[in-house]
């Protein structure tokens, strides 16, 4: 096993291959923390609590090392840069990847993959809303007021305040909505 000497405080040279590294490492790490999560509920339902949970240690874990690959290419920056992007984000999703995605399921007749896109797109809409709300607080120096998020375990749908009797982007009841702290 290789020894790095961790502690050392020269400055750090960052190449072009590293940087191109740490967002590989950072985008499989992320990806590898969302399957976990997919594993321990599928564990949990075939009554294997232990190996959820150890799923959903390891999920928190590779989430540690996605968010440090990140600071390390400085993807984290102030609030308010950091809104604008998420923003950015969620708006080519739902006018250029999804719909292309959608069309592309609908040509192909796969139903399954037609809503799981139409739920995401539509529920990009959505957060799309709260991040152009939060920006205009922020650009004020103040927080966003929120309160009262509740996310669709279903479609993923979230709304802020009272819920209604039914997710208007899948139609579920309101019992599948969770609480957000
Ligand atoms: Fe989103
Ligand atoms: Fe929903």
Redesign the pocket.
């Known amino acids: 096993m290789k020894v790095y000497n961790l502690k050392r405080k020269e400055k750090t040279n960052m190449t072009d291959q590293t940087t191109k590294n740490l967002w590989e490492a950072h985008s499989g790490e992320s990806q590898a923390s969302r399957r976990y999560l997919a594993f321990a509920r599928k564990a949990e339902e075939e009554g294997f609590s232990n190996l959820a949970r150890l799923f959903r240690a390891i999920a928190e874990s590779e989430t540690i090392h996605a968010i440090n690959h990140l600071k390390c290419v400085n993807g984290v920056k102030s609030s308010l840069e950091n809104v604008q992007e998420s923003l950015n984000g969620e708006k080519e999703e739902y006018t250029g990847m999804y719909p292309m995605f959608m069309d592309q399921a609908k040509r192909d007749t796969n139903n399954d993959a037609l809503k799981t896109f139409y739920w995401a797109n539509e529920t990009e809409k959505v957060h799309a809303d709260f991040y152009e709300k939060a920006i205009e607080s922020l650009k004020q120096g103040e927080d966003i007021q929120v309160d009262n998020i509740h996310v669709?375990s279903?479609?993923g749908?979230t709304i802020a305040g009272d819920l209604p009797e039914k997710?208007p982007?899948?139609g579920?009841g309101r019992d599948?909505f969770l609480p957000m702290d």
């Open positions: 669709c279903v479609c749908n997710c982007i899948c579920e599948k």
